[in-house]
């Protein structure tokens, strides 16, 4: 049996300000999808990003309850340059998304920052320094 990760799963909140935050990262997301309580979005690769609110994950598992503490997951979108890295960044946090970790360049030869989506996810942002 072989087995394939197909899909990529967030639960959020309020799904049009989730989906706000990922069409800042470049993802094309029609807006029409705002009201929708479970929305899918191929990746290049043929990978989707699903979102699904609250409300539906508790149609099919009423005792399910977000997690606790720190993220247990996390996404990296590559930026094309270092530069880049500190442009998104700095427009994420000036439009009112928490900047968890401002940028920085990592031992490992990255411009690294990390923001938080509205639920609480962590986003990576990087670029190669070299």
Known sequence: MALR???IGIVVADMARSLAFYRRLGLD???SEDANPHVEHVLPGGVKLAWDTVAT???FDPEWT???GGGRIGLAFECDSPADVDKVHDELVAAG???HKAPWDAFWG?????????????????????
């Open 29 to 31: 997301v029609p807006a």
């Open 5 to 7: 990760l197909n899909v």
């Open 97 to 99: 998304y928490d900047g």
């Open 57 to 59: 994950i508790h149609s």
């Open 110 to 130: 990255q411009r690294y920052a990390v923001v938080h989506d509205p639920d609480g996810n962590g986003i990576d942002l990087y670029a190669s320094l070299s």
């Open 66 to 68: 977000p997690p606790v």
